[in-house]
């Protein structure tokens, strides 16, 4: 199995970055390129070539650079943990629903990875292969799916380019503007109805929508599929590769709300 290794993207002198690896030196080669991005969304052989500032659309505005304080989500790509991350928020489905976890972050997926997806692994030939950017949560189709915190509700198409509906279906994404996760966004896809507009400001635990199958999930167990992105890009090498997510797994803060184990 690949080893995973998290860099950080360091601005210097001079305005030039470089990254700074929290892991084996060995397998941090340096950040995408933008046209590197771009042929990896077409499935082609990419190179791994250095670059100096972050692809626009990941951008979240603010862009922290403090140091969080205690309880809080991470406020920089500095120190963070993709396995770890714990961001402050309500579990998105009621605590009467009945569910189970599926799915997880880093499982295969079969379609092109975009420069916005993770990916576990590289081919021979330097094909990049796509890997899961959330967790499955497996509940009975017309489950009320739940803000996660108090946010503004906003369009994915205006921040992962190009956004596919026929991949996520019906989706609810959350901008958070709570202080201890200001910036974070949650997504809610493959839902049946949609109780909120782009615009809307919702509150933790308020009805968003209903799960469904909707995109690439109906010939799957009925599910919520849900993601975290943080407000700042991350270097994460893999495979032997090393791109620039806003993604991290979303599970240690499922588990740190799920009020079955609390």
Same mark, same amino acid.
């Given at each position: ?19 700074? $690896?929290?892991?084996?030196? #060995?397998? =941090?080669?340096?950040?995408? &390129? @933008? !046209?590197? *991005?771009?042929? /990896? ?5 990419? $190179?791994?070539?250095?670059? #100096?500032? =972050?692809?626009?659309?990941? &951008? @979240? !505005?603010? *862009?922290?650079? /403090? ?196």
């Amino acid at each position: 199995m690949a080893s995973l290794v998290v860099a950080v993207v360091v601005i210097g002198a001079g305005g030039f970055a470089y990254l700074r $690896s929290t892991g084996s030196p #060995a397998n =941090a080669v340096g950040a995408s &390129s @933008a !046209s590197a *991005s771009a042929a /990896a969304s077409a499935g082609l052989a990419v $190179s791994a070539t250095p670059r #100096a500032s =972050a692809t626009p659309e990941a &951008s @979240a !505005s603010p *862009s922290p650079t /403090a140091n969080p304080s205690p309880g809080s989500a991470p406020v920089s790509a500095i120190g963070f943990r993709p396995r770890a991350t714990v961001v402050p928020m309500v579990f998105p489905l009621p605590a009467a629903a009945r569910y189970r976890y599926g799915d997880g972050w880093l499982v295969p997926r079969v379609d092109r990875p975009y420069w916005y997806n993770e990916i576990r692994g590289v081919t021979s030939t330097g094909v990049l292969l796509r890997a899961h950017d959330g967790v499955d949560l497996q509940v009975a189709l017309g489950t009320p799916v739940l803000a996660s915190f108090d946010g503004t509700v906003v369009d994915p198409a205006h921040i992962w380019r190009p956004w596919l509906p026929s991949r996520y279906g019906n989706v609810v994404v959350i901008q958070s503007s709570e202080g201890t996760s200001l910036g974070y966004r949650s997504i809610a896809a493959h839902l049946s109805r949609l109780a909120v507009a782009v615009g809307d400001v919702v509150h933790r635990g308020q009805v968003v929508g209903w799960t469904g199958r909707s995109g690439n999930a109906a010939e799957t167990i009925p599910h919520l599929h849900f993601e975290l992105r943080a407000p700042f890009l991350i270097a994460v090498s893999y495979g032997g590769r090393t791109r620039r997510l806003d993604s991290f797994d979303p599970l240690p803060s499922l588990r740190a709300c799920d009020p079955r184990l609390h």
